[in-house]
């Protein structure tokens, strides 16, 4: 975990469950490399490098996941407002943030096809 966050306590959630979901995915690793092989027709040019994309192709088909679960637990805790306000304010993965926001029911219904739900 980085410490860019700590005069923000919603930015500094957000990434402490980034990167919790981080290993909840490897967990789910079959899971996870079928949503990404789905997420490669929907998206299939994705930005790599910062600011918009990850640090690799697959890294950014990744934290399409990662980061839709990040928005999605933000919201369950501190509200839809507080969370979207949170994840629009962040310098780094710009693109793959956008999509979460504005292309959301794609990306939910391709994680639950692929049986990758939240608890």
């Known amino acids: 975990m980085n410490t860019r966050q700590l005069e923000n ?52 088909y990744l934290h399409l996941i990662i980061c839709a679960f990040e928005l999605e637990a933000l919201q369950e805790l501190i509200g839809a407002d507080r969370a979207r306000g949170t994840i629009t304010t962040r310098p780094y993965y710009t693109w793959v943030y956008r999509q979460v926001l ?11 096809n692929c049986e990758l739900s939240l608890p």
């Open 9 to 60: 306590d919603d930015g500094l959630l957000g990434t402490f469950l980034h990167e919790q979901f981080h290993w909840f995915a490897e967990a789910r690793r079959q899971e996870v490399e079928t949503a990404i092989a789905r997420l490669c027709k929907l998206y299939p040019d994705v930005p790599i490098g910062a600011p918009e994309g990850a640090k690799s192709e697959f890294s950014t």
């Open 102 to 112: 504005n292309q959301r029911s794609g990306i939910r219904q391709v994680l639950e």
